[in-house]
């Protein structure tokens, strides 16, 4: 799914740099007016920030902080086995989700591990807690062997919804605090990110998910929406 994502962007002009990272910024009193990576400089007009886990990261580099915080968050597939799971089924009462992939993995996961942190390979505990709670819901598993584990990491909010929209800087706008929901909800966020940067205005989906939001008390509470409470 990555990768449809970035061959559309490819094919709409859009260019996509890797292993290039983000060093710092230039500006002019609350402009931001370029990027400085460790590939060079690029100048810009406007600046979004979606680097997920790591967002808190760049605006500490611009001077103001953001009510985040990043977590690692794991995921584990099993061995190939024959079609026996034909659906996705998540369990807020024992906090697991098992699916099975068309290749026959069965992939697994729960909640974030608790500690705040960069590290990619996540706590042991939580895969052993996460594949308990698989072989409860379905014995059978217990059979299964695990093939691999990941992790990445992700930033969530006080309120468990997300940040989309303007900044302090009048060209930067900031799309960040997902949680474990980013990834489903790119699609939609997208055109209302779009939408916020060329109008310079929240679209109507993404007004009530500002960063003022934090001063004014006008949270979005959404700790249950996803049956993962963050």
């Known amino acids: 799914m990555a990768w449809g994502f970035a061959r559309r962007a490819d094919q709409a002009g859009i260019d996509l740099i890797q292993d290039c990272e983000v060093t710092g910024f230039t500006t002019d009193g609350d402009r931001v007016t ?82 705040n942190g960069y590290g990619q390979r996540g706590a042991f505990h939580i895969v052993e807690r996460q594949m308990a709670a698989a072989v409860e819901l379905f014995p059978v598993f217990a059979r299964a062997h695990l093939l691999r584990t990941w992790g990445g990491i992700v930033d969530t909010t006080p309120d468990a919804s997300p940040i989309v929209g303007r900044t302090p800087y009048s060209n930067l706008y900031l799309n960040c605090g997902w949680g474990t929901g980013g990834f489903k909800a790119t699609p939609g966020v997208g055109w209302c990110m779009a939408h916020t940067i060329a109008h310079d205005e929240p679209h109507p989906y993404n007004a009530p998910f500002t960063l003022d939001r934090f001063v004014t008390g006008a949270l979005v509470d959404e700790h249950g929406a996803a049956a993962v409470a963050h």
């Open 34 to 115: 370029g990027v400085r990576t460790s590939r060079g400089d690029i100048a810009a007009g406007k600046v979004a920030l979606c680097a997920a886990g790591h967002t808190s990261v760049l605006t500490d580099l611009l001077g103001f902080r953001v009510p985040l915080q990043s977590h690692p968050l794991q995921a584990l597939v099993s061995e190939l086995l024959e079609p026996v799971h034909p659906t996705v089924v998540m369990s807020n009462a024992i906090h697991v989700y098992v699916s099975q992939a068309h290749k026959g993995e069965l992939v697994m996961g729960a909640g974030i591990d608790s500690y």
